[in-house]
């Protein structure tokens, strides 16, 4: 069986290595991968939004099976133009990735199909989102409505951050086109929690759950990044509260969006906040986290591949879905400097077993694999006990060695003290 997965980063290379213990793939392609897939998959140097070159490499490869894994793709359509030339795919149509693509669009159904949620204003002109944010509640949260690369939210601290945060989204036009409409709202309190769902539209599975930390720095201080590590299960993630984000939420979601035609298959992404006022959704991605991804799919018993394509046939209902009786924790290894100004090219040096070091942003050079980009690998680790899983993760992370490497020293320490 002929199986390609596209984009490359740390994500991507996790779905690869778990795609890979299926016996029945003969050939596994990335696109476009980078040099840390390479050393599992056959990389392929195609952009994952080259929708025009990755169906013409799919018809030439005669592959089998799709897994389209960044927002990008989805959003722009990947999966139709693929299906449409007789390959099934993981992951959804253009019609339900909206509800990534479009943070006006999420935040719409969500006030329609009363799905718990902030409080918030739409904006397309720049003068009434400024004289409304005279009077906002302050904190609050400024978003651009379309993909920014999971930096298009700006938490403000006060009224001049607020401003200057629409600004820079609609006049200097940060995100391109991204902040054309913008959304203002309510600045939540409580503990955040990440859930990813198996979903073909009729049946909805959830995964583990998951602690992003996305701040650079220790402490949750400094800069808001793509995630510096996570930690799986979530410990304020209860029983109840995952029978009430069942019935509140996740299962309210999925209908709404088969009510508007957009029926959505693939790996659904709750964003959750666990208020005072109960649990409610801070947003939606139309895939796989990243780096909760690191930390979910190692805790995968099942078999992937099976279940992803039992989404596409409709037919989830009949997976076996298992997760282990465990905890895992991912630190992310970055470029000093991330998310800003960083160097690259340094030579990085890998530990003997490396199953669960998942490379984002390297490259080979020569046969040497260097860094290539601000989050350069992710370190996970799997223990009985989630204190145990971070000490093998730190352990871990001694022993990965690169010029100029950085990473937070807290992962997962939030959620020791909720254990506690």
Not at 215 to 221: C, I, M, Q, S
Not at 250 to 257: D, G, N, R
Not at 311 to 333: H, P, R, S
Not at 339 to 348: R, V
Request: negative net charge; hydrophobic residues 40%; contains cysteine.
């Amino acid at each position: 069986m002929k199986v390609m997965v596209i984009g490359g980063g740390g994500r991507e290379h996790t779905i690869v290595k778990k795609i890979k213990e299926n016996t029945n793939v003969t050939e596994l392609y990335a696109l476009p991968g980078n040099g840390g897939i390479a050393l599992d998959a056959t990389c392929v140097e195609i952009g994952a939004k080259d929708v025009e070159k990755i169906v013409a490499f799919a018809m030439e490869k005669k592959i089998d099976f799709a897994v389209v894994a960044p927002d990008d793709p989805l959003v722009l359509g990947m999966v139709d133009a693929l299906e449409e030339i007789g390959v099934p795919c993981f992951g959804p149509n253009k019609k339900a990735a909206i509800l990534e693509g479009s943070k006006v669009f999420s935040k719409n159904l969500m006030k329609k199909y009363n799905i718990p949620t902030a409080q918030y204003e739409v904006f397309d002109d720049i003068d009434k989102a400024l004289e409304y944010l005279e009077t906002a509640p302050i904190p609050t949260v400024v978003k651009a409505d379309g993909l920014a690369l999971g930096k298009g939210v700006v938490i403000a601290e006060t009224r001049d951050a607020a401003k200057a945060a629409v600004r820079s989204m609609m006049e200097d036009k940060i995100f391109g086109a991204s902040g054309d409409h913008i959304v203002i709202e309510e600045f939540l309190t409580g503990p955040e929690v990440s859930v990813l769902t198996f979903t073909d539209g009729k049946t909805m599975i959830p995964m583990v759950s998951s602690m992003d930390h996305k701040r650079a720095l220790d402490g949750d201080k400094g800069l808001n990044t793509g995630g510096m590590g996570t930690i799986a299960p979530n410990p304020y993630y209860t029983e109840e509260i995952a029978a009430e984000c069942m019935k509140t939420i996740f299962l309210p979601t999925m209908e709404a969006m088969n009510q508007e035609g957009r029926t959505f298959k693939g790996c659904l992404y709750f964003g959750l906040m666990l208020t005072p006022q109960g649990p409610k959704t801070i947003e939606y991605n139309c895939r796989f986290g990243d780096p909760e991804t690191q930390v979910v799919l190692p805790l995968l018993e099942s078999d992937l591949l099976t279940i992803m394509q039992l989404i596409a046939k409709g037919t989830l209902a009949e997976a076996e879905v298992k997760f282990a009786d465990k905890a895992a924790c991912c630190v992310v290894m970055a470029s000093r400097g991330y998310p800003k100004a960083y160097e690259t090219g340094f030579p990085i040096s890998l530990p003997e077993g490396r199953n669960q070091i998942y490379v984002a942003g390297a490259k080979m050079k020569d046969g040497t694999l260097v860094t290539g980009g601000g989050r350069v690998l992710g370190v996970t680790e799997i223990a009985d006990t989630l204190e145990e899983a971070i000490a093998k993760a730190y352990e871990t992370v001694k022993n990965v060695k690169f010029e100029n490497a950085y990473y937070r020293s807290d992962i997962g320490k939030k959620a020791l003290a909720a254990e506690g």
